[in-house]
């Protein structure tokens, strides 16, 4: 077998459908709306965009894989939770976060005001530094489950590191 690269790269996509709430998590804030989401866990789709990058990083599946919405362990999770075990999944394998580039796709609620507590937070999780992780928003210009507020996604890039 061949010697791997020092780095690897990882993506990972997330959605969830709104539902009764008044709130949603998005990377470990709980930000204001007036819908919640259907979700097993607390419904995180930044930090389950995050966790699917990190388990394709490392080549270990995706987050149904290690926290199955059937095992009801995982019912009302916090996702910070689940990421720092991927974090901790990697960190075994001698990997660590290089750097995460997070995007939330909905039409609302408003990303901006809560990205920087965002990022503080899963760079907290992460143990890395704070511009190691970005996270911003796009709408889909009103077109598609996201444009007619049917639901939220989130997609993650991240690139793992040799310890």
């Given at each position: 077998m061949?010697?791997?690269?020092?780095?690897?790269?990882?993506?990972?996509?997330d959605?969830?459908?709104?539902?009764?709430?008044?709130?949603?998590?998005?990377?470990?804030?709980?930000?204001?709306?007036?819908?919640?989401?259907?979700?097993?866990?607390?419904?995180?789709?930044?930090?389950?965009?995050?966790?699917?990058?990190?388990?394709?990083?490392?080549?270990?599946?995706?987050?149904?894989?290690h926290?199955?919405?059937?095992?009801e362990?995982?019912?009302?999770?916090?996702?910070?939770?689940?990421?720092?075990?991927?974090?901790?999944?990697a960190?075994?394998?001698?990997?660590?976060?290089?750097?995460?580039?997070?995007?939330?796709?909905?039409?609302?609620?408003r990303?901006?005001?809560?990205?920087?507590?965002?990022?503080?937070?899963?760079?907290?999780?992460?143990?890395?530094?704070?511009?190691?992780?970005?996270v911003?928003?796009?709408?889909?210009?009103?077109?598609?489950?996201?444009?007619?507020?049917?639901?939220?996604?989130?997609?993650?890039?991240?690139?793992?590191?040799?310890?």
């Amino acid at each position: 077998m061949s010697e791997l690269p020092p780095f690897r790269i990882g993506q990972g996509y997330d959605v969830h459908v709104f539902g009764e709430g008044d709130h949603v998590m998005l990377g470990g804030v709980r930000v204001p709306h007036e819908r919640g989401v259907v979700a097993h866990s607390d419904g995180d789709v930044v930090l389950h965009a995050l966790c699917d990058a990190l388990l394709g990083a490392l080549a270990l599946g995706d987050i149904g894989v290690h926290f199955p919405p059937s095992d009801e362990r995982w019912r009302g999770a916090d996702s910070l939770g689940l990421l720092r075990h991927c974090v901790a999944l990697a960190a075994e394998r001698g990997w660590k976060l290089g750097n995460a580039d997070i995007t939330v796709v909905c039409e609302r609620p408003r990303i901006g005001p809560h990205a920087p507590l965002m990022r503080e937070r899963i760079a907290a999780a992460c143990g890395v530094a704070l511009d190691a992780v970005s996270v911003k928003a796009t709408t889909s210009e009103k077109l598609g489950f996201t444009g007619r507020g049917e639901g939220i996604a989130a997609q993650a890039a991240v690139l793992i590191v040799r310890r």
